[in-house]
């Protein structure tokens, strides 16, 4: 029992901890940081580095050079409207990021409160809450954004909402798994026999408890998240055509796919190695939080 | 007559068994238990796994409300208490829990899970980390594990730590669910001499559940057995110890092990065959009359009354009659 409880122990550490652990023994974690940084050098200095920064946010050039292959004075090309696609990239970068970052903290923030509410509260709460958990879970993002498209039009929330409702309930389902079983830790019940309040009880004791596996799979979603976007800005449904969106760009090339191919390719390369990598993150996180998961990956090889 | 700190009064919880659209029976955890505890006194409740040791000791605290009876706290029934004298009752009545790897947040310094209770009850302290040193050193730690985390100790440890945070209130009555019986014996010893210790500087009192009965024989100045959600036997420790007089009392204490092989084959020993039976449906008459050695045609029909049958020792079986 004792052995049992001291690897529970451990495996219930910080998220720092786990960082500094996968960074110490995994390679796919480090190659994991190293495109994320990269990604988010991209977003930061995109605007500054930027060769042609107006035409990357949308604006077409003064004199239309027309669809051009990668040269030196265009690396990636210029897509059908004459505009640099190195500096149309380097804009989406910031938008991709922002797109991620807001739906995966949106998402975490909802599903954390709404999960260790059911599982702390109990009761009528946790019926109610685990309905709603469940029935947001039964809802694909597209469809969502299908709908929001036909309320709203095209637009940034449309993808920003699609996802966050469609994403909240599987942070929602971890963070009530884990809560239960914090709920009924002894350390819960003397803070509530020493008379604290139990809002601070949730944030205090469950909160902290339960947020390490969680956060994890949030990090590993933010690649889903960038490939979810993407298909919806590509569809049309969200982000309007000129906009500095990777998924955008590929739609604004796939009517030259056979001619200039490059318009579309190359955005399509960046959102599959940023999510790739994002994932590559998440996924090595998530096997060094639980080696029985490490093993299983390698029965693979 | 001095008056008894915690008075219990025929106590029942029956926890319903629920089907799918009915409550199908009642498991008696706690069927009828009184007892008394002196103030400075420890109280040791004895009983196998599931007899409802552990139900008595939460009713007593009122961490859960009991199906029926009352629990007289200083001569107040603490299932009255409101507001502000509830909340002295529970800084005054603490528990001990038998994980020490539960009971302590993993994510919070020693230094925060003390003083946690400290901050809720608005205590005057001027020097926190002071106050909360001088408590370390009063269980046996110091200053250098003031702001480290539970999982850097072992369970004595952990265990220490948890008694201090329970000092940090300056309690009167303390329940110990089995403190000692996740730790090793040599650990085990340690712990009950601190709470022997802080006994006798503090003048607590103690309601000790224990399976262990050497350990309960060692800490308790009174024990109540427990069989089924009753008290079968009750008296000063060394008397029961002793003079067992309930056949329970007997066939458990004779599974002490005694280390020495000559004195274990010449003592008397007595078989209780069978498991205890289920608490949804207890046997009618005497609970033990289905294992009991000594049985009689009066044990199944009728329930034996609580009687004194020497000197402080109570008794409830057919075999005896009061004094």
Request: contains cysteine.
């Amino acid at each position: 029992m004792t052995i049992e409880k001291s690897r529970m122990q451990k495996r219930i550490r910080g998220i720092k901890e786990l960082f500094s652990r996968a960074w110490k023994r995994r390679p796919v974690f480090r190659a994991g940081v190293v495109i994320a940084l990269t990604l988010l050098f991209m977003a930061i200095l995109g605007p500054f580095i930027a060769p042609y920064p107006s035409e990357g946010w949308g604006i077409p050039p003064a004199t239309s050079r027309g669809a051009q292959p990668p040269s030196p004075e265009h690396p990636f090309g210029t897509d059908a409207a004459g505009r640099d696609i190195l500096s149309r990239i380097l804009i989406g970068a910031g938008m991709a990021l922002f797109q991620i970052a807001v739906v995966v903290s949106v998402s975490l923030a909802i599903g954390l409160l709404v999960g260790s509410v059911a599982a702390y509260y109990g009761g009528v709460m946790e019926k109610i809450l685990n309905y709603f958990t469940e029935t947001f879970m039964a809802f694909p993002a597209i469809i969502v954004a299908l709908a929001l498209n036909s309320l709203f039009g095209r637009g940034l929330m449309v993808v920003l909402l699609s996802l966050i409702i469609t994403w909240w309930s599987w942070y929602a389902r971890i963070a009530y798994v884990n809560a239960r079983s914090t709920r009924e830790m002894e350390y819960v019940l003397l803070a509530e026999l020493s008379g604290l309040p139990r809002y601070r009880i949730l944030f205090r004791h469950i909160l902290p408890n339960i947020s390490t596996p969680v956060i994890v799979q949030a990090i590993t979603d933010t690649g889903s998240v960038l490939l979810e976007a993407a298909s919806i800005n590509f569809l049309g449904l969200g982000l309007p055509t000129d906009y500095p969106d990777w998924g955008v760009l590929v739609q604004n090339g796939f009517n030259y796919i056979y001619s200039y191919p490059w318009i579309s390719l190359i955005p399509g390369a960046f959102i599959l190695v940023a999510a790739l990598g994002l994932s590559m993150l998440g996924d090595s996180l998530r096997e060094e939080m639980d080696p029985r998961l490490r093993r299983r990956w390698r029965l693979w090889f | 007559m001095p008056q008894p700190l915690v008075k219990v009064v025929d106590l029942k919880k029956y926890f319903p068994v629920k089907g799918v659209f009915r409550v199908k029976g009642w498991v008696r955890a706690v069927d009828g238990v009184s007892f008394e505890i002196m103030k400075g006194q420890t109280l040791g409740l004895v009983g196998e796994s599931g007899c409802g040791k552990t139900t008595v000791g939460k009713l007593v605290l009122r961490l859960l409300e009991p199906t029926s009876g009352e629990v007289y706290y200083n001569g107040e029934n603490i299932y009255k208490l409101k507001g502000s004298k509830l909340k002295e009752f529970r800084r005054k009545a603490q528990m001990v829990f038998q994980d020490p790897y539960s009971s302590l947040n993993p994510r919070m310094t020693v230094f925060d899970i003390i003083y946690e209770p400290v901050k809720v009850y608005k205590l005057k302290v001027s020097d926190p980390e002071k106050f909360i040193v001088d408590l370390l050193y009063k269980v046996g730690l110091n200053e250098s594990h003031l702001y480290r985390y539970p999982h850097e100790f072992s369970g004595g440890q952990r265990q220490r730590i948890a008694i201090a945070r329970i000092l940090a209130l300056n309690p009167e009555f303390i329940v110990l669910d089995e403190p000692t019986s996740a730790l090793d014996v040599s650990v085990q010893a340690q712990i009950l001499n601190l709470l022997k210790d802080l006994q006798a500087k503090y003048n607590l009192t103690y309601l000790f559940i224990s399976h262990d009965l050497g350990v309960v024989r060692y800490m308790s100045d009174w024990i109540a057995v427990m069989y089924l959600g009753q008290i079968v036997e009750f008296g000063p420790a060394e008397e029961v110890f002793e003079k067992p007089l309930h056949p329970y009392t007997k066939a458990l204490f004779s599974a002490i092990p005694i280390p020495d092989p000559e004195l274990t084959r010449k003592r008397e020993k007595l078989k209780a065959p069978g498991e205890p039976p289920s608490p949804i449906n207890p046997p009618p008459g005497c609970r033990f009359h289905p294992r009991c050695p000594f049985r009689m045609d009066k044990c199944s029909r009728e329930e034996p009354e609580m009687i004194m049958v020497e000197d402080k020792h109570w008794v409830k079986c057919h075999l005896y009659t009061k004094k």
